[in-house]
């Protein structure tokens, strides 16, 4: 399968290269000079000078430069566009329609095509807002639900909001994949930041369009179960995630203080919810006498999910100790000395028996394959 990738930043390039992995053919269509914007987003750099940002979501693609601002570039993106299967973009919405790549016309000449376009806003009213996703965070309400009660609405701390989309993306594209396999037609697949991030919101979202309850910023507390937030211990903070009464007791148990459990303030989860204060109080307390590695390994053993709040360089050691990939190297002898990035690379996050996720090409440079993709260019005879 070949991916006509004429996206930009990360929703779009986090979907293809997801493809890429699980062995889509994937052309990244880049600017001459300038390439992708996150290609100058840094620091952090490599060696080279080449944005991590950019790094982190480009393995596995060739990259072709086109000037689209001109005839023989749209000619060359139409050519690119013949062989594909899938078309990929980001544009602002009518950006692709101005340059005639757009969805009806390149359907017309391709009835099997797959074409993902990916927006901030939607293609109607929200069409010229800038689909940033800080501003899809603020604006979608996810910054309504992060942060302490008592301070300022926060961002995740990632462009969580760019991410989720570009999973849909790619599911959107799986599925009209299938559509085509089963009727020899492709389709279009739409996928917004905002209607992303409302269908992610899940019971939050659920609990104002069920209940119309507009969930306010409760820190790293949970609106439905407690315990299930982070609390101080003698050395750093330990998260508690107790789901059930078994858990509960099982905790109160392993802090000295088996009472807890049978107390009617914490009885049940409900009640639990409705006395979170008292019991945070409590917990804070006996929590309070020994460290978070100490807490970690016991209620663990007794069955009670809680672990320490890790740095990355602790989580990419705790996937290890799992057995867990966390980072992969991509062979040496896929890389031919011309191209960007360490081999370092983080794993791709699905397992398959039997198709398992490949890592053959490191991010590239900018226009690295330009000649030998357009060499390989039919002339697209309907053209």
């Not at 309504?144 to 008592?150: I, L």
């Not at 919101?201 to 369009?209: G, P």
Request: hydrophobic share 40%.
């Amino acid at each position: 399968m070949r991916i006509a990738d004429f996206s930009r930043i990360l929703a779009g390039p986090y979907a293809t290269m997801l493809l890429a992995d699980l062995g889509a053919d994937v052309v990244k269509v880049e600017r001459p000079g300038t390439g992708d914007d996150t290609r100058a987003w840094h620091p952090p750099a490599d060696h080279d000078g080449t944005s991590t940002y950019f790094l982190s979501v480009n393995r596995n693609k060739r990259s072709l430069t086109l000037d689209l601002s001109t005839e023989v570039g749209r000619e060359q993106a139409r050519a690119l566009v013949a062989g594909a299967d899938v078309v990929v973009e980001n544009f602002r919405p009518g950006t692709m329609e101005r340059l005639g790549l757009g969805h009806q016309e390149l359907r017309a000449r391709h009835p099997r095509l797959v074409y993902c376009s990916i927006s901030g806003f939607g293609s109607g009213a929200g069409a010229a807002i800038p689909g940033y996703d800080l501003l899809v965070q603020a604006l979608g309400g996810l910054m309504s639900v992060t942060g302490t009660a008592d301070g300022e609405p926060v961002k995740a701390g990632v462009a969580l909001v760019d991410v989720i989309t570009g999973l849909h993306a790619s599911l959107g594209i799986l599925a009209a994949l299938r559509h085509r396999d089963a009727t020899g037609q492709g389709q279009r697949v739409e996928v917004n930041l905002l209607g992303s991030l409302l269908s992610a919101m899940v019971n939050q979202a659920s609990a104002f369009a069920v209940a119309g309850v507009v969930p306010g910023r409760l820190g790293n507390a949970h609106p439905s179960i407690a315990p299930y937030e982070t609390f101080p211990t003698a050395d750093r903070p330990i998260a508690l995630a107790v789901g059930n009464d078994k858990q509960f007791a099982a905790l109160a148990e392993i802090l000295g203080e088996p009472g807890l459990a049978a107390d009617d303030r914490f009885r049940t989860n409900t009640d639990r919810v409705a006395h979170r204060t008292e019991l945070r109080e409590i917990l804070t307390r006996l929590l309070g006498s020994r460290g978070a590695d100490h807490w970690s390994t016991v209620l663990l053993a007794a069955g009670v999910p809680a672990g320490p709040v890790n740095g990355l360089d602790e989580a990419f050691a705790f996937a290890r100790r799992l057995g867990l990939p966390g980072i992969v190297e991509i062979p040496a002898e896929a890389a031919d000395g011309d191209h960007l990035g360490p081999s370092r690379q983080v794993a791709h996050p699905i397992a398959l028996s039997a198709t398992p996720a490949r890592y053959l090409l490191p991010p590239p440079s900018l226009g690295r394959h330009t000649d030998e993709i357009l060499h390989g260019l039919a002339p697209d005879p309907s053209a």
